[in-house]
């Protein structure tokens, strides 16, 4: 069974399960502290430890002709041979894992140093607490210490005299036979925090005590000791128990097979696992995940499933529209094999429904939005599990582990379904309360509005429905209902089409048949994982019943098979100010979709087309670049510009650190556009980003004028174009497979290791352009309650640009086949190494190029 976390959702991989309780400080010590064993509710918790040698699959290295994992080499590491360059790496595993030791091992002795006092008052006629309550809150600590000294003492002099005949394994070996003392740790961890609460609270002096554990510092590290509390202090063991496992995965992937200590490392990894298996039984409070479902009656006008906020939680409801009336209905739970059926939540005769609030002071309720990166975390373990299904299916018995993965799918489809609408849509009853929905497009809630208004135009009366007429009419839902299931991937025919991965680019032309004139835009939205997404919005043409606009826009599509377009009246009234979203609501005249048909899109050419709606027909023009080909970079034989010419080249030329071009435009993202909803996601006109792509390559003298007077997002994506069209990535092809390498470390101090040593191998031009654009984009982040960017949005967005695989490297993974294993294969691991850099505390030019491999990290 999936082990699922205290939301009910199935547990990340082990990799994520252990950077989730991690806090990534250079100076050390800043753990999540008292909150680390914590769970929502401020119950005590204790961690689910995966024990898994399966990493996340879109990190996955990549499978030889055997089923043997075959690990990418990075090239920056050492020249030579391949053993070479996995003993380089061997070490750096090692010796970042020696730094977090080292932390480790002073976070227990700041946890024993009061111990000995406390014992000795204990037995005065004062003590501060008794010697039953201080062997219960330091149990073990002190032989778990001693374990952690002596395994620290035997490693150091192996890495200082490093070569390739160095052995390591029997050194784990042995402290993986001696994990049983935590087991007795884990048994008693919760007994011990709950002891040193109530012995804090009876006794300022303890809770001084507790509350000021000083942790000495690394011994070349500036900072000499932390602050630290004891309660955080003991949760450190519990971090620690997962931490020998990890590194025994990194170290067996770079120990050549002959080493003597392959065998040695993995017996260790084997006593490793089984322990893990052992305590994760007792300490996994098992949950059910709850898959909510469908529904409709009179006679049925329109049915569907909604988000509804309901004492401030998500709940998915299945709504049915019928002639006199609104019924919001749940799918009740009922015995294996039995009849399903509806339980009605509240319904609303029509002739009482409004959408205005008769009462201002009416409270509108907290609506829980998650953070942006966990919606796209999910849609990239969606992406991962697509793939997984479609290789079982060629596998000659992978049909059971088919249904097995379709069930893992629906049960985060459906939970991304749940967690990704934020667009509120209030509906009020004239007579009582109201009710709030949340939904994922604008189209959607027009659809909802309209259908309701068409029908109130109508003779309505009021009714009042008998418990029997409601029993009638829910359980008549069932047969009625036109929606069967919720919309996600596991529920449909495996026929249907998979979706684009790629690029969609769109003309917006005119549009005609308004019969006064107003101030129009057209917004542009593309379906992703089941709901839809606003991707790009026209200028607004004012004063007019014909706006021409023919503005271009670039649309990334993630699986998409709809384009609609939407056609706003532009509202500037104050008074129209809509109280749940505090924005001004323009006004919808008209919207549409079509069908992005693979082989009509698919094309090189422009397809023309018309989109009709309520009597107004807007034209527009398409064509698609699927994700390889757009990302396909030719090397440029031109010097002159700076569009698709080395950077090198460029910064030399200028005399410059970082190139004008990338200085210019995060200038003026920075003084106009870091308040822009979207700035970086949202498309820039296409006409706009070619005439400052040809001001730049022609060094155009009045080109502060034209970034002065440019749309925001023209200048965003003029950044992100000269970033796409450089010859070589930023990150460069060579150290590709190296940065590959690197995130998919398990050990956090070894992560760091790494990833800052490859920091140190890109060029001058490249690395300063790189951290240049690093601190722009956590400064855009910053602004994320405005702007909703967020770091993990804008490594998205950024990430596939700046790192990319070289033609060769493409070649080597011709395993993967399909868009979608591109995307989340590739993709995910691109992302994950922007948001590493992106998430590490400042990384200065100078201290990065002074320092050595040996980092310091607390983790």
């Known amino acids: ?70 690990s990418p080499t990075p090239e920056c590491l050492l020249t030579g041979g391949d053993i070479e360059k996995g003993l380089e790496m061997k070490k750096l595993v090692l010796s970042g894992f020696l730094a977090s030791e080292e932390i480790y091992i002073n976070q227990l002795e700041a946890l024993l140093l009061p111990m000995r006092p406390l014992k000795a008052t204990a037995t ?122 990890l590194v025994l995965h990194d170290l067996l992937k770079h120990t050549p097979k002959d080493h003597p200590d392959f065998p040695l490392l993995q017996d260790a990894l084997r006593i490793s696992q089984n322990f893990l298996s052992s305590i994760n039984e007792e300490i996994d409070p098992r949950r059910t995940a709850v898959t909510t479902p469908k529904g409709e009656a009179r006679q049925l006008v329109k049915d569907g499933f909604l988000v509804e906020v309901s004492e401030s939680s998500r709940k998915l409801r299945h709504v049915f529209l019928f002639t006199d009336l609104l019924l919001c209905a749940k799918m009740k739970k009922t015995a294996v094999g039995r009849h ?80 990704s609408p934020t667009i509120p849509f209030r509906i009020y009853n004239k007579h009582g309360k109201s009710y709030l929905f949340l939904l994922s497009s604008d189209y959607e809630r027009s659809e909802w509005r309209e259908s309701i208004q068409k029908l109130q135009k109508k ?25 069967h299931n919720i919309p996600v991937t596991s529920n449909k025919d495996d026929e249907e089409t998979p979706g684009l991965y790629g690029f969609l680019h769109v003309i917006v032309h005119s549009a005609k048949g308004f019969k006064e004139s107003a101030n129009l835009y057209c917004t542009l939205e593309v379906d992703s994982f089941g709901y839809f997404v606003s991707k790009a919005k026209t200028r607004v043409f004012r004063d007019t019943t014909e706006p021409q606009w023919n503005e271009e826009f670039e649309i990334e599509l993630e699986g998409s098979q709809y384009l609609r377009i939407l056609c706003y009246e532009k509202c500037y009234d104050k008074s129209m100010l809509n109280k749940d979203d505090n924005e001004i609501v323009d006004k919808i005249m008209g919207k549409g979709q079509v069908q992005l048909d693979p082989q009509t899109v698919q094309s090189k050419n422009w397809h ?34 700076v569009f698709g010419v080395k950077i090198n080249v460029v910064t030399k030329r200028e005399r410059s650190k970082v190139p004008y071009i ?115 984009l956590k400064r855009v982040a910053e602004k994320e309650p405005i702007n909703k960017m ?44 922007l948001l590493y850099y992106l998430q590490h505390p400042p990384i200065s030019f100078a201290e990065l190029k002074r320092n050595t491999l040996y980092f310091s990290t607390d983790v």
Request: net charge negative; charged share 25%; proline share 5%.
């Open 790 to 833: 967020s770091l993990h949005n804008l490594a998205t967005v950024f990430g596939p640009t700046l790192l990319r695989p070289s033609e060769s490297e493409s070649t080597k993974g011709q395993h993967i086949t399909s868009a979608s294993d591109i995307w989340s294969h590739d993709v995910m691991a691109q992302v994950q190494v």
């Open 340 to 419: 399903q059926q509806y339980e009605c939540k509240w319904y609303i005769p029509l002739a009482d429904l409004t959408f205005q609030t008769l009462d201002d002071t009416d409270s509108c309720p907290s609506i829980q939005v998650l953070p942006e990166h966990e919606i796209e975390e999910m849609k990239i373990k969606i992406s991962a599990i697509k793939s997984d299904i479609q290789k079982e299916k060629k596998a000659p018995k992978g049909q059971s582990r088919v249904e097995r993965l379709r069930k893992k799918m629906n049960e985060q489809e459906s939970w991304l379904l749940l967690h």
């Open 459 to 483: 003779d309505l009366q009021a009714c009042v429905l008998s418990s029997v007429e409601l029993q009638v009419l829910t359980s008549s839902c069932f047969k009625l209902r036109t929606v």
């Open 124 to 245: 005065t006629s004062q003590p501060v607490l008794t010697i039953q309550q201080i062997e219960t809150i330091f149990y073990k600590i002190q032989d778990i210490f001693e374990i952690h000294k002596e395994f620290y003492d035997s490693l150091l002099p192996n890495i200082q005299q490093w070569d390739e005949k160095v052995t390591v394994g029997h050194l784990f070996q042995k402290l993986a036979s001696q994990l049983g003392v935590y087991k007795a740790f884990v048994d008693n961890y919760k007994v011990a925090l709950e002891t040193a609460e109530k012995c804090s609270q009876a006794n300022s002096q303890f809770q001084k005590i507790s509350e000021n554990l000083k942790v000495k510092g690394p011994k070349d590290s500036k900072d000499c000791t932390t602050t630290i509390s004891m309660e955080a202090l003991l949760y450190k063991p519990i971090d620690r128990v997962t931490r020998s496992t």
């Open 1 to 70: 069974m999936e082990p699922l976390s205290a939301h009910g959702l199935p547990r990340l991989s082990w990799i994520d399960t252990l950077y989730s309780n991690f806090n990534y400080n250079t100076d050390g010590y800043e753990g999540d502290g008292a909150e680390d064993g914590k769970s929502q509710d401020g119950s005590e918790t204790l961690p689910y430890i995966d024990e898994s040698p399966t990493m996340s699959p879109q990190l996955c290295a990549p499978q030889g002709p055997d089923g043997e994992t075959v």
């Open 608 to 641: 023309m087309d018309v989109i009709e709606m309520n009597g107004i027909k807007v034209e527009f023009s398409m064509k698609f670049t699927s994700r390889d080909l757009s990302l396909k970079r030719t090397p440029s034989k031109k010097q002159s510009g």
């Open 662 to 776: 990338v200085r210019q435009c995060i200038e003026e993202v920075e003084k106009r556009g870091i308040d822009e909803v979207g700035i970086y996601r949202i498309s820039g006109v296409a006409t706009d980003i070619q005439a400052l792509k040809l001001a730049f390559d022609t060094n155009t003298k009045d080109i502060l004028v034209m970034l002065s007077d440019m749309d925001i997002n023209a200048i965003a994506g003029t950044l992100k174009l000269y970033f796409r069209e450089l010859p070589e990535p930023l990150l460069t092809d060579r150290l590709y497979p190296a940065f590959m390498e690197g995130i998919a470390l398990s050990d956090p101090a070894a992560k760091e290791n790494c990833m800052m040593h490859l920091l140190r191998s890109l060029p001058d031009p490249n690395l300063m352009t790189f951290l240049t654009l690093l601190e722009h």
